[in-house]
């Protein structure tokens, strides 16, 4: 395999650059770095972290509250769990209804009231919005490309001159709103089943009761967390208040449910709403809600404090904004890979740390994921040359290295694959850059040799034909400390020179460098 040569797209490579034979900074470290950014960085180790840590945490909950939406692997509509969960809904419904009537009887015309809002199954909105009408990220640019990427005309109302009609027209909003919040529960975890002519099993009604009692167990501590962070399977109040902004102003039509629940990002699908003159509503969309518990992303601190894109503002930032970011950063990061003709979500709109983009799939159902399908072996051989394709594409056109590229975040749709995740991704030159690009290789390499693709590189013919660096080594090792010589390299000269070197590009075709 190892004599196999490099695929169509790959560049010239010239002859090893000098720092190959001496390099001028000594033996290069093999610091203990990379194992551990491998481990920072997996999303296969995320998900098995966040499973264990929901089996520790909850385990009565996980097993009966993973509704139907939540699991996005196998979505099963016809469960006995969906019927519990719409009849919870409906319980917890008729319970607060009672819990109102009740308040009120107490209290009366009274001058002081009680209240039992603690006591109530479903938690109305939070109604503090203040915060939201600085979109403060709608107005920035992407701060390395002179090109705007897409941005979001804040434009509310429909209509021209004296026909206008804002979206504060109560009478239009009104109606509009009765008619959507049916399908926004606060939760989420509903069908629409509310209202059908439902039949119970005893082993339904039994699933329902046991439901119940986790409900209650999970509605407190929801209550608890509410001021702080986003909660497990749902969204915090702001975040829903945010949501309910979007369906609101028309731009979606409804959220229907939760197709992912991993450790940094919940993602819904969404019907579009109305395409206006200035802004293409996709028919479905997914939205990405960064979660703002905040420790989970301390690990990852180190992509965006070392991307020098970010790393004025980094240092001033309190965490919530420092997760706006990661959303920032996908958007922009989408955004070049859409202008390079990557297959990818469209960006649509970024509003703090929820991200809509287009929908990768079919009538609710997402794309499924690589590691998922099964293809025939003349696709797996087309997936893997349009990856390969799409890696060089990223690394010149993008100037991005995706940093978490796996079969896990490539998604097999018309036919293709389609690349997602990108909130962690770097520029090439960013000082750990390449080895991230090296763990990519790895991984696709891996998937694909695994795959049967008798054509597939291997990971470090895969990283010199992506870079078009020309890298040697023929042992991982030894390849690896040429990876953390280079990017030394670079950083010594950007102390010693303030801007960085363009040795990652190859004599053929260099990445392109702004400064
Ligand atoms: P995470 O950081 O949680 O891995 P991802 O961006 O990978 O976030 O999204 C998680 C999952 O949600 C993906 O594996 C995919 O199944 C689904 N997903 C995300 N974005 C989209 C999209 N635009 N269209 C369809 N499914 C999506
Ligand atoms: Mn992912």
Redesign the pocket.
């Known amino acids: 395999m190892d004599s196999v040569g490099v695929a169509a797209a790959a560049p010239d490579a010239g002859p090893g650059p000098a720092w190959q034979n001496k390099c001028p900074w000594g033996a290069p470290s093999t610091t203990s770095i990379s194992c551990s950014l491998a481990d920072v960085m997996s ?1 296969q180790l995320a998900k098995e972290l966040q499973l264990e840590e929901e089996n520790a945490a909850f385990p009565e909950v996980v097993a009966a509250a993973e509704g139907p939406f939540i699991t ?1 692997e196998n979505i099963d509509t016809s469960s006995d769990l969906m019927l519990a969960q719409m009849l919870q809904m409906e319980f917890d419904r008729e319970y607060d209804a009672q819990l109102r009537r009740e308040e009120k009887k107490i209290n009366g015309d009274s001058k002081v009231s009680i209240s039992f809002e603690n006591y109530r199954k479903v938690h109305p909105y939070d109604s503090d919005s203040s915060e939201d009408e600085v979109d403060w990220q709608d107005t920035r640019h992407d701060p390395y490309r002179a090109d705007k990427p897409t941005t979001t005309p804040r434009r509310g109302f429909i209509g021209k001159g004296k026909d206008i009609t804002t979206k504060h027209d109560e009478v239009v909003c009104g109606r509009k709103n009765t008619a959507r919040m049916e399908n926004f529960a606060p939760e989420f975890q509903v069908g629409d089943g509310i209202g059908m002519d439902l039949k119970l099993s005893n082993q339904v009604f039994n699933a329902l009761k046991q439901h119940a009692y986790s409900e209650e167990r999970r509605s407190a501590r929801l209550h608890e967390k509410k001021e702080h962070s986003t909660a497990e399977k749902a969204v915090d109040p702001k975040t829903r208040l945010l949501l309910y902004k979007m369906v609101n102003s028309g731009m979606l039509e409804t959220i229907t449910g939760c ?2 629940t ?1 450790k ?2 919940v ?1 819904f699908h969404a019907y579009g709403g109305n395409t206006t003159e200035d802004k293409v509503i996709p028919p479905e969309c ?1 939205i ?1 809600v960064f979660k703002t518990t905040l420790n989970e992303f301390k690990n990852r601190d180190k992509y965006i404090k070392d991307d020098y894109r970010f790393k004025d503002r980094f240092s001033k930032l309190n965490p919530r904004k420092i997760i706006r970011m990661w959303a920032e950063k996908e958007m922009h990061n989408l955004t070049r890979m859409q202008n390079a003709g990557i297959p990818c ?1 469209q960006v649509v709109i970024l509003k703090k740390h929820v991200l809509v ?5 079919q009538d609710q159902v ?2 499924p ?1 690589l590691k998922d399908v099964t293809l025939s072996s003349e696709d797996m051989k087309k997936a893997y040359y349009q990856i390969l394709n799409m890696m060089q594409q990223l690394y010149r056109e993008c100037n991005l290295v995706h940093a978490d590229l796996s079969e ?2 490539m ?1 097999w749709h018309d036919g293709k694959v389609w690349l ?2 990108v909130s962690q991704s770097v520029e090439p030159t960013h000082p750990h850059g390449l080895e991230f690009l090296f763990r990519d290789c790895k991984n696709v390499s891996q998937f694909f040799q695994k795959g049967g693709v008798a054509e597939a590189l291997n990971e470090r013919e895969l990283f010199n034909a992506v870079s078009g660096l020309n890298i040697t080594a023929d042992n991982e090792v030894d390849f690896q400390a040429e990876i953390e010589a280079l990017e030394k390299m670079n950083e010594d000269h950007v102390q010693n020179h303030g801007k960085k070197l363009s040795m990652f590009s190859s004599d053929g075709d260099p990445p392109i460098y702004d400064e």
């Open positions: 999303e996005g197709i992912s991993g940094e990002s993602v997914a990405k979500p983009m287009s929908f990768i799939g997402p794309a994921k896990y975040n998604l997602i995740d």
